[in-house]
Every structure is written in structure tokens, then in C-alpha cells.
């Protein structure tokens, strides 16, 4: 049900997480929802993922189900739509996968390393921060996109929070396994940390005021206070850098690699802003920043 009221109020606004897309190469074919250009024609070493995945004709991703401008499950047609649904979508085109041929599983925040550690998934797209504590089970490609921690609040601010500071005494929501929950747990210890799977959830606890607050990335909040005008709001202070990267298993460094290829190839030729404009940008009403250099390490 929650998946189903973000979904339909993000539709009163317009939003459309479906659009145009700039041009590919000649070697591409534009599919019917005219967002991402699959290459028709396309070769790699053996072995590889890479060429596993192209053969295979599909692959499986992680993404979030419930994250508006990211990854939130369209009711309608069951499968996830956002940025980094896009991001995914991107780069299954360069293997030569369709949209249609892409298997997506819900991936929340405290079982993605599990889901790439067992092979459960190829890769993973949700919001996921790059940190040296994941880089030791996983390998990351990107970063595609930096976000910054927040806090939402019910609408009118009531009880006057500012920023991380004046979490002490309050009852603070977020996801168990995120980066942000650490970081209150760890940073702010004076804050009752509430912790559930999903943020939905925490959406939901501060409408019926069982937590007094909501942390997690800036980009994520937005959407969700874009689904309840009414009965949220943003602080607007941000106070971390959360680098999101795109998860493998650990050791795949041609893949890795790949991966990054693709996403400077869609920052010089247009499609990683489009895709921003036409999921997170539409939520927000921010224009496409810059993108963040990937990191070959």
C-alpha cells in the first residue's frame, strides 16, 4: 500500500518518470518507452561478465521499490522507475539488454552486499553510498552522483530542528544497514534512533508521530516530501557527502571498469543529465548538477 501512495502522489504532480533521451550511436536502437538506446551490435572478451550478461540477453539488478526520483515500484506497470533505474538502464544497453529484458529485484539497504556477495543480483543501483567499510565485501563503480544527508520533519517544523544537533532527545528515523543511520548512531548518540527496513516506513511513523524525525540523503527526503506536501517538510541543512556508486562483486574489476566507461560516456553525450531531468530533476525541480568524477582506483 505504501508503494501505491507515493506512486499516486507523485502523479498529481506531473511527475513522468519515462521520456526522451538524447541520440546514441548508429549501432543503437531506441525502445518504445524512448529512454535509453540498446546497442545492436556488441563484443567482449570471453570470460567476462561483460560478455555473460550481453549473451545471456539479461541480467538482474537491486534497486529500491520505494524511494521516489530514485527507485519506487509503479503500481501500474510493477516495476521500479527513477534515476537510478535509468543509471541501470544505461548501462544494460551497452551490454545490449533491453528494459524489458532487465530483472529487478528489491534491494534494501541492509541487504545489499549480501544480494552481490551471493550472487543474487549482477549488480546494484539504490542509493547506495561508496564507503571503505562496504569496499571491503564489495567493489563499487562511479560515483554517479553525490547526495548529502538531511533531516525531514513534519510540515511547520514544530519542534524547531535545525540539524544533527538538535536530534538529541528525539525520536530519529532511518533504514538499518544505511550510511545515515550509522551516522547518527555513531555521531549523534543523544538521538533515539528508531530503525526500520524501508523508508516508507519512516514516512509513514512520522505521519502518525511515532518518531519526531526523518534522517537520510537530501535526494531521498525530497522525494518524499514531494508524495506529502502536507505533512513534511525538509530542513535543508545538510550535513555529510554521500558518494552513490554502483555495487559488483568484489574482484570484477573489468566490469567495474565497464561500468565507469559507460557513465562517462553518458556524462559527455547528454544521457546522464536527461535521465536526471526526467526522474530525480522532475521531483525536485533541480536542474542536472555536475556529475561527479568516477573513481578508477
Same mark, same amino acid.
Given at each position: 500500500?505504501?508503494?501505491?501512495?507515493?506512486?499516486?502522489?507523485?502523479?498529481?504532480?506531473?511527475?513522468?518518470?519515462?521520456?526522451?533521451?538524447?541520440?546514441?550511436?548508429?549501432?543503437?536502437?531506441?525502445?518504445?518507452? @524512448? !529512454?535509453? =538506446?540498446? +546497442?545492436?551490435?556488441?563484443?567482449?572478451? $570471453?570470460?567476462?561478465?561483460? *560478455? /555473460? %550478461?550481453?549473451? #545471456?540477453?539479461?541480467?538482474?539488478?537491486?534497486?529500491?521499490?520505494?524511494?521516489?526520483?530514485?527507485?519506487?515500484?509503479?503500481? @501500474? !506497470?510493477? =516495476?521500479? +522507475?527513477?534515476?537510478?533505474?535509468?543509471? $541501470?538502464?544505461?548501462?544494460? *544497453? /551497452? %551490454?545490449?539488454? #533491453?528494459?524489458?529484458?532487465?530483472?529487478?529485484?528489491?534491494?534494501?539497504?541492509?541487504?545489499?552486499?549480501?544480494?552481490?556477495? @551471493?550472487?543474487?543480483?549482477?549488480?546494484?543501483?539504490?542509493?547506495?553510498?561508496?564507503?571503505?567499510?562496504?569496499?571491503?565485501?564489495?567493489?563499487?563503480?562511479?560515483?554517479?552522483?553525490?547526495?548529502?544527508?538531511?533531516?525531514?520533519?513534519?510540515?511547520?517544523?514544530?519542534?524547531?530542528?535545525?540539524?544533527?544537533?538538535?536530534?538529541?532527545?528525539?525520536?530519529?528515523?532511518?533504514?538499518?544497514?544505511?550510511?545515515?543511520?550509522?551516522?547518527?548512531?555513531?555521531?549523534?548518540?543523544?538521538?533515539?534512533?528508531?530503525?526500520?527496513?524501508?523508508?516508507?516506513?519512516?514516512?509513514?511513523?512520522?505521519?502518525?508521530?511515532?518518531?519526531?524525525?526523518?534522517?537520510?540523503?537530501?535526494?531521498?527526503?525530497?522525494?518524499?516530501?514531494?508524495?506529502?506536501?502536507?505533512?513534511?517538510?525538509?530542513?535543508?541543512?545538510?550535513?555529510?557527502?554521500?558518494?552513490?556508486?554502483?555495487?559488483?562483486?568484489?574482484?570484477?574489476?573489468?566490469?567495474?571498469?565497464?561500468?565507469?566507461?559507460?557513465?562517462?560516456?553518458?556524462?559527455?553525450?547528454?544521457?546522464?543529465?536527461?535521465?536526471?531531468?526526467?526522474?530525480?530533476?522532475?521531483?525536485?525541480?533541480?536542474?542536472?548538477?555536475?556529475?561527479?568524477?568516477?573513481?578508477?582506483?
Amino acid at each position: 500500500m505504501r508503494f501505491t501512495r507515493y506512486a499516486a502522489a507523485l502523479a498529481a504532480f506531473g511527475v513522468v518518470l519515462a521520456g526522451c533521451s538524447s541520440e546514441a550511436g548508429n549501432q543503437a536502437e531506441k525502445q518504445a518507452d @524512448n !529512454t535509453v =538506446a540498446v +546497442e545492436t551490435e556488441t563484443s567482449f572478451e $570471453a570470460g567476462t561478465t561483460m *560478455a /555473460k %550478461l550481453s549473451e #545471456a540477453g539479461t541480467m538482474t539488478v537491486g534497486t529500491k521499490f520505494d524511494q521516489p526520483g530514485f527507485g519506487l515500484l509503479n503500481p @501500474n !506497470t510493477q =516495476a521500479p +522507475e527513477g534515476f537510478d533505474v535509468e543509471i $541501470a538502464k544505461l548501462i544494460a *544497453a /551497452k %551490454l545490449g539488454i #533491453a528494459p524489458d529484458k532487465i530483472q529487478w529485484k528489491e534491494t534494501v539497504s541492509a541487504n545489499r552486499e549480501p544480494f552481490l556477495m @551471493n550472487g543474487q543480483v549482477d549488480m546494484v543501483v539504490a542509493t547506495y553510498t561508496i564507503n571503505d567499510d562496504r569496499k571491503q565485501k564489495i567493489d563499487f563503480a562511479g560515483p554517479y552522483y553525490e547526495a548529502g544527508q538531511d533531516i525531514m520533519v513534519a510540515k511547520g517544523n514544530p519542534l524547531g530542528i535545525k540539524g544533527p544537533e538538535d536530534l538529541a532527545g528525539k525520536r530519529v528515523c532511518s533504514v538499518e544497514g544505511s550510511t545515515p543511520a550509522e551516522n547518527i548512531r555513531t555521531k549523534y548518540p543523544q538521538a533515539q534512533l528508531i530503525l526500520f527496513d524501508v523508508y516508507s516506513k519512516c514516512a509513514d511513523a512520522l505521519t502518525n508521530g511515532q518518531v519526531d524525525a526523518v534522517t537520510t540523503d537530501n535526494v531521498i527526503l525530497t522525494g518524499l516530501v514531494a508524495g506529502n506536501p502536507e505533512g513534511f517538510e525538509l530542513v535543508g541543512n545538510p550535513f555529510t557527502k554521500e558518494p552513490y556508486g554502483i555495487g559488483v562483486p568484489k574482484g570484477d574489476d573489468a566490469f567495474r571498469n565497464f561500468i565507469n566507461d559507460t557513465l562517462e560516456e553518458a556524462y559527455a553525450d547528454g544521457d546522464w543529465a536527461a535521465a536526471w531531468d526526467r526522474t530525480a530533476g522532475a521531483i525536485s525541480g533541480q536542474k542536472a548538477p555536475e556529475p561527479p568524477a568516477v573513481d578508477r582506483y
